[in-house]
């Protein structure tokens, strides 16, 4: 495969732009190789510099839910620039839009649009904290929830319940605020607790974990924070920027059933525009700024295009709840085919799947949290996914990422996923 203009433009962004890319993922570093510049996409195809074209199974991570370039969201988008593309100022759709996600998720009564799903969480724990009038904030190991300070900590070696900042740049005094448990482990989150006793505003968490691959909660895990936070007087928070308008068309607090205070929404919500929001409780959202005293603002906040396109993609998902059968029946083909293949090669590898979130771990132990997750051999799915990339199917490039099916993935493309994984297995 020719990927020589590819390599040029890396070569040259790599003079301009650190590490050649505008979000880390994006170098490959995890999997080796350079990284493919694209041109254009359509439906469940992207198209490189070269002219190569790729299955896409990471549909922009995850806001190409219906393909890419949607006739209908586009429409909404070039009809919306002709109006302006920015007015600063209130506008009709964010009416709209904010009255649609209040019906669609079930906690949401309030909503506020920002333009990522960094400041969605970011601006959660800020107004979680002004309203509990506490400090810490309580985060599962594994869970990625954009690069605010207070985020970017992983658990140091035995020092598993104070937060040591992963990143140069986040202070020690933000780490110190930041409480970690392992996914799925309730005993460690009410220890936790009980040793920060009146000082945590929030439990924030995934509630399907999606990045250190998909990661699926364990019956009652939900529901148990669900009632230490009651018990304690803990916000909890659904940081639902990936599974929000995935999961279902209420994400997955309608899936399990389970209220959150506060939700974090991002990816979908934007179909491919660079929005965020957060929502949740009346009460709670009535202390946001100018309403109460927790300052949050943005200049392109409620962006006139970006509220169309959002509209335009949730209206649909709203309107078409077939969508999501059809996705999850797309993701069971692939995983139903994959496991074929496993079986006839004799492996044992572990594949999780809800709806159209599907990881395969190279590892033959169940994954429930992140110390599971990193018994996979990552060097065996770095050759997995550059042998894709040459077969012309984008994965997203690390182990610990889920797969985001769209529907535009038919009956041909997920014969080729499969037969791909197959060919794989078979040469290596
Ligand atoms: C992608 C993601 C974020 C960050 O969103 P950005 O738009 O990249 O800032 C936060 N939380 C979760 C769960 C995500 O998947």
């Known amino acids: 495969m020719n990927i020589a203009t590819s390599k040029e433009l890396f070569e040259r962004a790599k003079d301009y732009i650190p590490g050649g890319v505008n979000s880390p993922v994006r170098a490959f570093k995890a999997v080796g190789g350079d990284p493919i510049f694209f041109a254009k996409a359509e439906g469940a195809y992207m198209y490189d510099e070269d002219g190569n074209a790729y299955i896409d199974l990471i549909n922009s991570w995850g806001p190409m839910i219906l393909g890419h370039a949607n006739r209908g969201i586009e429409e909404a988008i070039f009809k919306a620039v002709i109006g302006s593309p920015s007015f600063g100022a209130p506008s009709r759709m964010e009416v709209e839009l904010a009255e649609l996600i209040t019906e669609m998720v079930p906690s949401i009564e309030k909503v506020r649009m920002v333009n990522s799903g960094t400041e969605a969480t970011m601006s959660a724990i800020r107004l979680a904290r002004g309203f509990t009038k506490r400090d810490k904030v309580l985060k599962f190991e594994g869970c990625y929830h954009g690069h605010g300070d207070s985020f970017l900590i992983a658990a140091g070696s035995g020092a598993m319940t104070m937060g040591t900042p992963n990143s140069p740049g986040v202070t020690e005094g933000t780490a110190k605020d930041t409480l970690l448990a392992p996914f799925n482990d309730l005993e460690k989150v009410r220890e936790v607790v009980a040793s920060n006793k009146d000082q945590v505003a929030a439990i924030i968490v995934e509630p399907v974990a999606g990045n250190m691959g998909c990661v699926l909660p364990e019956p009652g895990f939900l529901e148990g924070l669900r009632s230490i936070c009651d018990g304690e007087g803990i916000l909890l928070i659904f940081d639902e920027v990936m599974t929000g308008f995935r999961l279902s068309s209420g994400g997955a607090q309608e899936v399990f059933g389970v209220r959150p205070d506060l939700t974090t929404l991002g990816k979908i919500i934007g179909a491919g525009m660079p929005v965020g929001a957060y929502g949740g409780r009346k009460d709670i959202m009535d202390f946001v700024s100018p309403q109460g005293p ?44 994959y496991k074929k293949v496993l079986k006839k090669h004799k492996l044992n590898y572990t594949m999780n799947q809800i709806g159209s979130m599907i990881s395969l771990f190279f590892t033959d132990q169940k ?9 996979c051999d990552t060097d065996l799915f770095g050759k997995y996914f550059r042998y894709n990339l040459d077969n012309g199917v984008y994965l997203p490039p690390s182990q610990f990422e889920t797969w985001f099916i769209s529907t535009c993935i038919g009956g041909d493309e997920v014969n080729k996923i499969i037969s791909t994984f197959e060919d794989f297995l078979n040469q290596s």
């Not at 077939?322 to 085919?337: P, R, S």
């Not at 994954?367 to 018994?375: G, H, N, S």
């Open 294 to 337: 927790v300052y949050q603002a943005g200049t392109l906040s409620g962006n006139p295009v970006a509220m169309a396109a959002g509209y335009a993609q949730l209206s649909y998902l709203n309107d078409h709840p077939e969508v999501y059968e059809k996705l999850e029946k797309t993701t069971l083909k692939i995983m139903d085919g």
């Open 367 to 375: 994954v429930i949290d992140f110390e599971t997750a990193k018994t």
